[in-house]
């Protein structure tokens, strides 16, 4: 019976019910027409698209919005039902010492976070507990905290646990559970009862006159609609999850001692304790080593990639022949199919030990540094800019080549005064765009440009190690011992909101620039 | 039958024009790839007068005018046989330079091409690259002269900085012809230059081709036969890639020899 009430099974029913429909009211459309398909408004295909589409549409949106708000209700009711005196959250009594109000407060409320994320995880372990099969709910109800070993259990079978189990946290847990475990047969089984009800209601409007046409026109444009919505939805999502820790971060923080810093080193201050002198932070979390780092590397990168995509893109548009274009091309795209972390691999056992050979080991003590993550990024960025400029050099008419060549310029007097001019915006643009994906590029940067180094300050020689935003993040997400009560944390956030919006800043501009360009020519 | 006919028109051009052809054509054949567009056609081409040439479209006239001035090259799958004398020497001789000899015949386009650059730029553009002025002065004077002769100085004096775009159709149009002058060309070849402009620009546009026909020697391609009559001194008439008919314009309209040059021209063949 449960296993009918999942997202899955119920997608299912849907399309095989849209399927039947479809059949049947393609029948009954031409049962109605009494034999004489001319006298329907629309084609019986038509009238069973119909079908199909009320049917399965609003079943299959309401699902997926449901397991997406589902997740949400489940995370605002952990934060409603715990008790505001729960034991687990209050500060003990000698750890108060001569702590503030204030003090206190923010320590509880690190606690109440950490509480709610044990919950959480305890949940999902007796969930999996009871999905592999050794145990029931009604098993789980009668668990105590103290009384087996529950957490060996769990773990036993594989589960995460990550503190230890109160009681306290198995009650809430169970709460938990029982509500996602209500929210999971209430979806599935409204949308059954929709598909049941779009199914029913749908073959019974069909007539001789049902404008079968027009309906299934609708139908279309909605999910269309929907399903644009979602991609845009995403973005929403993300700008949601990252603002309010960035913004915590920055009133705990600074927002320009985080702008302004000269140094990046964290140290695992807990949020809303600042445990330095003068009730500093002892993390020094400065953005600029890490932009410094970024915007460095991503310079090498475009010196790299900007002349070399450049010029192979008016050498493949303007002087290859057919042939060498046919297989130039498709080999420059494989190329930018390459995955970056090969690229990566690359960059540390081919080009870094190269380098520090070429330039001596005083220079460049690691074989990680500027110019090794900068020189490979360059050579993934080359396909990129080489069909992004092909693009906009095969976008200038072909007039303009004819009246240059008609006016007695060679092909390269051609390509410089009046192609390269022409296509100049639209190249701006590709650079831009290339750009931004340097900022954004990690997994080069993580291989080759020092991610376990201990660099903190702004580091001028290209050929040492760097620090950037990217790394910082893998850094602090990945490495140990860093609690999500942790500042530290915190920053990484701001660190993904900052890079947000350079990149979504540059890729506007970017699209602003190559807008302008086609206008040239419309 | 076909035969005589083309023998014959050959003697008479012989006597009529000889001392002053300026490109002779003999026996020009033209393939793109297995496509053979044009076939066996000789033609001579008087310097100092207009020649029209016109005929339904896809008969290769656009392919004869870029032979003469070998544009063709720039075309990978096109191929071009036979002879073809500017001035009584072979341009399609080893030593000549295709770019050089674009200098010296010019070109103007059917869509004006105007480069997204200034008025300036745009006529300037031809000497620049083939080093013409001694110094600025003398460049100014080249620009000034060249919008003269195509009849635009009037208008734009007063904004030779601003883009050659923002200007009108026919004022582009009338900018690729002056930029085309601006390189002294002895033949200006033109491929349609009219199609894309409205009544009063055609207008403008033909009467300086009829000035040009003073300097220079002028090819026009045109599809309007009426154009075709009120601008040119001779008119050839090609047809599915043959050379069908070639002689005075007066001639060709009012008393076609051959039965397809009449079709065509009371309307038959389109
Ligand atoms: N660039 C080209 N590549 C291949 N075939 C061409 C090309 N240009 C013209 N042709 C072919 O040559 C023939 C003559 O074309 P064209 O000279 O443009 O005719 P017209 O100017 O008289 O309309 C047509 O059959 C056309 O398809
Ligand atoms: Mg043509």
Redesign the interface.
Known sequence: MSAILSGPAVLLVALVLAAVGFFLGRSRAIASSGGDQRRLHSLPKQHGWHVALATFVPAVIFIMLWTFFAGLASNVYVETIIPGDQPEVRLPLDQRGDLTEREIEIREAGRRDLFIANVKTLAVAIRGYIDNGNATFEDVETWRADLAPLQERLRADGQVVGATVTQGMLTLARDLIRFDRTMGWLGPTIALAMIAIGFLASLAVISRDFRARISVERWVRGFLVFASTMAILTTVAILYALTAPSLRFFSEYGFFNFLFGLEWAPAGDVVGVPEGPDGQYESALGFLPLIWGTLYISLVALLVSVPLGLFAAIYLSEFATKRVRSLVKPALEILAGVPTIVYGIFALVTIGPFLQAVVGSTIMPNTVSVMTAGVVMGMMLVPFVSSLSDDVINAVPQAMRDGSLGLGATPSETVTKVILPAALPGIVGAIVLAASRAIGETMIVVLAAGALSNVTGLEPNPFGAVVTVTTRIVAVLTGEGSGFDSIDVLAIFALAFTLFFITLGLNLLAQRIVAKYREQYE | MEDSNMNDMRLTERRVGQAEAKISARDCQVWYGDNHAIKDVNVDIDDKAVTAFIGPSGCGKSTFLRCL?R?ND?I?IARVEGEITLDGEDIYDRRVDP??????V??V?Q?P?????SIYDNVA??PR??GLAKDKAELDAIVENSLKKAALWKEVKDRLTAPG?GLSGGQQQRL?IA??IA?SPEVLLMDEPCSALDPIATAQVEELIDELRAGFSVVIVTHSMQQAARVSQKTAFFHLGELVEFGDTGQIFTNPKDPRTESYITGRIG
């Open positions: 001035n544009m720039t990978d770019v050089q000899l674009r200098a010296k010019g070109m386009f869509k091409n105007p480069f997204p650059k553009y031809g690259i083939h775009t690729c930029r085309a390189t």
